[in-house]
Nanobody, 122 residues
Framework: QVQLVESGGGLVQAGDSLRLSCAAS????????MGWFRQAPGKDREFVAA????????KYVDSVTGRFTISRDNAKNTVYLQMNGLRPEDTAVYYC???????????????WGQGTQVTVSS
């Protein structure tokens, strides 16, 4: 059974940084692309970032480009989201997910974590 467990969320001030982690188990982690999503209160879930199986290719939503960095450590079965220059509009529950494909542009996200809250005060 695939399990994804996010950690690292919290309450920070605008301009601060956080690093989210997502520990995966139950699947050959290094074979699959991974992604981060977020959902703010009253809004739909939004794609944030994705990384392919090797870490060689990444993709971001425009609103976080240049501020957030997705990375992975296949030896630790963990994907990270480094968030710098946080803004109040980044406040949301952040979820990691694993794809059914090794590549960002193929497959679908088939397993999800339970999420970690990120709150950015102004």
């Amino acid at each position: 059974q695939v399990q994804l467990v996010e950690s690292g969320g919290g309450l920070v001030q605008a301009g601060d940084s956080l690093r989210l982690s997502c520990a995966a188990s139950g699947r050959t982690f290094s074979s699959y692309a991974m992604g981060w999503f977020r959902q703010a209160p009253g809004k739909d879930r939004e794609f944030v970032a994705a990384i392919d199986w090797s870490g060689g290719r990444t993709k971001y939503v425009d609103s976080v480009t240049g501020r957030f960095t997705i990375s992975r450590d296949n030896a630790k079965n963990t994907v990270y989201l480094q968030m710098n220059g946080l803004r109040p509009e980044d406040t949301a529950v952040y979820y990691c997910a694993t794809k059914s494909s090794s590549y960002i542009d193929f497959g679908s996200y088939d397993y999800w974590g339970q999420g970690t809250q990120v709150t950015v005060s102004s």
